[in-house]
């Protein structure tokens, strides 16, 4: 069984940094994209970033771009993403997701990912 769980998020001041962290198993962890969503309240989910775990090859949306970092651990079977310069508006729960594709990630295409953890609640004080 596909299983993604995340962990990382919590309370932060505006300006600080936060690591989550998509610990995956139930799957061989090459030829997966795994990606990091985000959803505000009253607003609708945003792929904001993804990597293949074979291919590397990180991607991250231009509304992140320069603030978060996506990595993979393949050996812990864990995708991190770095979030630094924290702004009230990246309040949010975020959710890791992951497709058995190593070419969804290079699409950009975020509509493909159909196993899904819980999510973390991040949230950004001003």
């Known amino acids: 069984e596909v299983q993604l769980v995340e962990s990382g998020g919590g309370l932060v001041q505006a300006g600080g940094s936060l690591r989550l962290s998509c610990q995956a198993s139930?799957?061989?962890?090459?030829?997966?994209?795994i990606g990091w969503f985000r959803q505000a309240a009253g607003k609708e989910r945003e792929g904001i970033s993804c990597?293949?775990?074979?291919?590397?090859?990180?991607y991250v949306a231009d509304s992140v771009k320069g603030r978060f970092t996506i990595s993979s651990d393949n050996a812990g079977r864990t995708v991190y993403l770095d979030m630094s310069s924290l702004k009230p508006e990246d309040t949010a729960t975020y959710y890791c997701?992951?497709?058995?594709?190593?070419?969804?990630?290079?699409?950009?295409?975020?509509?493909?990912?159909?196993?899904w953890g819980q999510g973390t609640l991040v949230t950004v004080s001003s």
């Open positions: 997701a992951a497709t058995y594709s190593d070419y969804v990630c290079a699409s950009k295409s975020f509509g493909w990912y159909n196993y």
């Open positions: 139930g799957f061989t962890f090459d030829d997966w994209a």
């Open positions: 990597i293949s775990t074979s291919l590397g090859d990180p």
